[in-house]
């Protein structure tokens, strides 16, 4: 079994920043990609950023410039550093790992207001 948990949620204003951290435990091998999903309210879910394990990054285009993924695969976690964000980013943020079967966290709520 296979578990992530995610951290670094919360409140924060236009312009400022979060880094969101997920980390993966258990049964785990031969992981592919590790990478955030989010959903906000009445929206489907969309994929973020990922990061496969040979490094290679992916991001949607709404974030490019603004979020950054990296991973360390020693503790098997990744992270999103995200800046300037602005209130279309609010959301419910998910955490997704790849290995022979695809795996989800519980969900971390990123809310951007002043």
């Known amino acids: 079994q296979v578990q992530l948990v995610e951290s670094g949620g919360g409140l924060v204003q236009p312009g400022g920043s979060l880094r969101l951290s997920c980390a993966a435990s258990?049964?785990?091998?031969?992981?592919?990609?590790m990478g955030w999903f989010r959903q906000a309210p009445g929206k489907q879910r969309e994929l973020v950023a990922s990061?496969?394990?040979?490094?290679?990054?992916m991001y949607a285009d709404s974030v490019k410039g603004r979020f950054t993924i990296s991973r360390d695969n020693a503790k098997n976690t990744v992270y999103l550093q995200m800046n300037s964000l602005k209130p279309e980013d609010t959301a419910v943020y998910y955490c997704?790992?790849?290995?022979?079967?695809?795996?989800w966290g519980q969900g971390t709520q990123v809310t951007v207001s002043s």
């Open positions: 997704t790992l790849t290995a022979l079967q695809h795996y």
């Open positions: 258990g049964s785990i091998f031969s992981i592919r990609a």
């Open positions: 990061v496969t394990s040979s490094g290679s990054t």
